[in-house]
């Protein structure tokens, strides 16, 4: 009988060992972040800690997290794309790789805010600007650039820099912008010589010109306006931020939960998350334009209505035509 009860105590152990490992198991969230490397961990440690749940997560650049979502489409690896431009979820979405989510949230979001069947939203905004060196403007005499064309200044001979188009959803929101507001081929003739002129090099990630200009490494880098603040301006940097005349570009963050992914309702639960109040009251430590109008916007963020735009931006053709305007690119920079 002693026998009899110990193997069944032992039988129940073991079952209920496997049922906790299960729980546990359902109790992480598979994860691709393309924010800013060092925020990925400030947010999803908070959404760990308010919710219990456990986040595995890789930090790559927008275009990264695209190709990676593609290659994986028979057998998605993670639930949720958090962060990127819009326009580099609408050309997933457009590769049928998302699954429409429509967040449960208690304030209106506008139609620029979200895709019309939900396959992606985004949970905050930022604009284009230039970072430029303060020393490297005092000792040249120049004025820090407010057009496009400045950055073509001789001065400037292999002193500026910015992402590749295709790893960087910085960049491509750059180039976008400029296709639509010049046309493909001015606006390639542009780069062309901005790329044999100015760039001193190109980084993975939008993100990398920033400390380069800080640094006295370059003189001008193209990013956008919350890293420049975060990133640039708050740490002390000596540089100071403009932006382009002509009009420029910008972006809503975007957030979407992958086709197939393993946790689909963790995904969803992350995503509403991440448009409460308390997380998007965290998006000032970054000068991140929030989307909740309840959150507070950090001092010194740039919102949509303080620069010129280019106001006639079309986000679903440079999304859907993401492919063709990068090769085109491609073929005529050379890299």
């Known amino acids: 009988m002693k026998r009899l009860i110990l193997t069944m105590l032992l039988v129940m152990v073991i079952v209920g060992s496997v049922f906790i490992t299960g729980l546990a198991a359902d109790k992480v969230l598979h994860l691709y972040t393309s924010i800013t490397l060092g925020e990925d961990k400030y947010y999803i440690e908070a959404f760990e800690k308010e919710t219990g749940i456990d986040v595995e997560w890789v930090r790559m650049s927008a275009g990264e997290v695209l190709v990676r979502i593609e290659a994986e489409a028979s057998n998605p690896q993670a639930s949720v794309w958090h962060s990127a431009p819009h326009t580099t979820h609408i050309g997933a979405a457009n590769k049928g790789l998302l699954e429409p989510y429509k967040p449960n949230i208690d304030f209106e979001l506008p139609d620029l805010f979200h895709a019309e069947d939900w396959a992606w939203t985004a949970f905050y905004s930022g604009v284009i600007g230039f970072v430029t060196n303060t020393d490297f403007l005092e000792e040249n005499d120049m004025e820090a650039p407010t057009s496009w064309y400045d950055l073509l200044d001789p001065k400037l001979n292999k002193n500026v820099g910015i992402a590749y188009t295709y790893t960087s959803g910085t960049s491509y929101t750059t180039y976008a912008t400029l296709v639509q507001m010049w046309g493909l081929e001015k606006t390639l003739d542009w780069w062309e010589e901005l790329d044999k002129q100015s760039i001193f090099q190109y980084n993975k990630s939008g993100t990398g010109c920033i400390p380069m200009v800080g640094l006295g490494e370059i003189a001008v880098g193209i990013a956008f306006s919350h890293d420049i603040v975060s990133m640039g301006i708050n740490k002390g940097y000596p540089v100071v931020m403009s932006f382009p005349k002509e009009g420029t570009g910008f972006e809503v963050g975007g957030l ?49 209505d303080q620069v010129k735009l280019f106001a006639d931006f079309d986000s679903i053709s440079a999304g859907e035509n993401k492919d063709a305007l990068v090769t085109a690119w491609r073929d005529r920079i050379g890299q």
């Open 256 to 304: 979407s939960l992958i086709k197939g992914g393993p946790e689909p309702e963790l995904g969803k639960q992350f995503i509403d998350w991440c448009f409460t109040k308390q997380a998007q009251n965290l998006l000032q430590k970054y000068c991140r334009v929030p989307v909740n109008p309840e959150a507070t916007i950090a001092e010194g963020a740039v919102t949509l």
